[in-house]
């Protein structure tokens, strides 16, 4: 009931997804609402990028990118949010969550590559066997299948589109991509709307 009422409280204020409480697009996102869970990864994916490129050793820095490390984490959080194993009070924020998934992520992945060291034969850069422990088969084919129907989607859109998507994406402001894009804020909020239904629609598909 108090789920309820809060969404009432929202929906009557008129808020748009990037103004709702994490709690919220949680509950959105386990509705099966695309629209929540690309809102959550545009509110959080620089600050875990900045997270991972700080974390992460050197040696873990030379074999894997963060933004790889950063899409493993997100592909984890909606997975298991998805099937309810997560939850936030509200009024409070996910930031902690992702916070400890993205520090795990960086320590498997820095096992894993403590452990090749000691075995010369599978210390090959980009090979990772089946059994590492980061990122499975399916995490990994599910990680290439979003970077491909991003990249798809972002290919299919004007130019001066793709860069208010590819800012948002990056973290930046809907203010902060109008004045850099030149673009009224009602065009820039347009803009990401449509592609967040794209993207939505397109996910349906290939699920």
Partial sequence: MPERVDEA???A?????????????????RRGDG????T????YARRLLALTRAE?????RRQVEAEDI?????????RKAAHGMYDVPEGEELWNLLLVITINKIR?????????RRDVRRNVPGEFPEF?????????????????????????????????????????????????????????ERTLQDFRKRLSDQLSEEA
């Fill in 70 to 78: 950063v899409q493993s984490v997100f592909l984890s959080f909606f």
């Fill in 35 to 38: 629209d929540a869970a690309t």
């Fill in 108 to 116: 498997a992945k820095g096992n894993y590559f403590r452990a090749a």
């Fill in 56 to 60: 992460s050793s050197s040696e873990v």
């Fill in 132 to 188: 590492e422990p980061a990122m499975s088969d399916s995490d990994e084919a599910a990680l290439g299948e979003l970077q491909l129907v991003i990249g798809e989607l972002l290919a299919a859109l004007p130019p001066k589109s793709a860069e208010i998507v590819e800012m948002r994406i990056a973290g930046h402001m809907v203010a902060e991509i109008a004045r850099a894009t030149r673009r009224s804020l009602r065009t820039v």
């Fill in 9 to 11: 409280r929202e929906l």
């Fill in 40 to 43: 959550l990864y545009v509110r």
């Fill in 13 to 29: 204020d008129g808020l748009s997804l990037q103004d709702r409480t994490d709690s919220s697009l949680l509950r959105r996102l």
